[in-house]
Every structure is written in C-alpha cells, then in structure tokens.
C-alpha cells in the first residue's frame, strides 16, 4: 500500500519557522496527479484540521488558522510536497500529515475528520 513519508518537523520557539515535507512510497506520485494534496494536523483532544491543500496546477486554499503564515507548495518533478510554516504559535502544536483527494483545495479544506493519511506524520512542537 502506498504510504505518505512526512519529514521536518521540530521543536521551535514561538514565532518560529519549519518547512515540512512529503513524499510517496513506491513511486506512488504518479497515482495522484488528478488529486489536490495536502495537510492536516492532530492534535491530542482536538478535531483534525487541514491546514493547507493544493492541486496539480498549484491552486491552493489555506484554513484561517493558519492563512498568512503558511505556504503550501508542490513539486510534481521532485514528487514532493512542501509546506512552509512561519511565525508559529503554541496552539500549531501538533503532528502534521500530509494527505490526498479527489476534490478541488476548497473542498478538500472541508473534509476535516474525514480526511485519512498514510503516513506517520512529523511531529512539530511549538513553545512560547
């Protein structure tokens, strides 16, 4: 089965920045390239939330939470997926991971619970 490989996450003071990555699995890129990817985060006791989705041709949609503070990105040639994080808070503790699916970023945003991963999620840490 194809699974997500998340990386970059870290321990950082507020205000600071981590750029986080993604990629498939026996070169599974290729089987999403009419998905939109993205991430979401979990935290322990709260809801999942995506945060970020793009798709092939580089539509993005950001959630509140975190719109003008990220930056997600997509590397169809490296088969990689970014996201750019910047002046963090404490409440974006959480492990992130990236996901995929069949629907435009907007929509992709509102899947919240429903989103599932394949991946082990990097776990990012945010002090005040």
């Known amino acids: 089965q194809v699974q997500f490989l998340e990386s970059g996450g870290g321990s950082v003071q507020a205000g600071g920045s981590l750029r986080l990555s993604c990629g498939v699995s026996?070169?599974?890129?290729?089987?999403?390239?009419?998905?939109?990817l993205g991430w979401f985060r979990q935290a322990p006791g709260m809801e999942r939330e995506v945060v970020a989705a793009?798709?092939?041709?580089?539509?993005?949609a950001y959630a509140d939470s975190m719109k003008g503070r990220v930056t997600i990105s997509r590397d169809n040639a490296q088969e990689r997926l970014y996201l750019q994080m910047d002046n963090l808070k404490p409440e974006d503790t959480a492990t992130y991971y990236c996901?995929?699916?069949?629907?435009?970023?907007?929509?992709?945003?509102?899947?919240?619970?429903?989103?599932?991963?394949r991946g082990q999620g990097t776990r990012v840490t945010v002090s005040p």
């Open positions: 996901a995929a699916a069949p629907a435009p970023p907007p929509t992709f945003l509102r899947l919240g619970s429903r989103i599932q991963g």
């Open positions: 026996d070169n599974g890129w290729s089987s999403y390239q009419r998905y939109s």
């Open positions: 793009i798709d092939y041709d580089g539509s993005t």
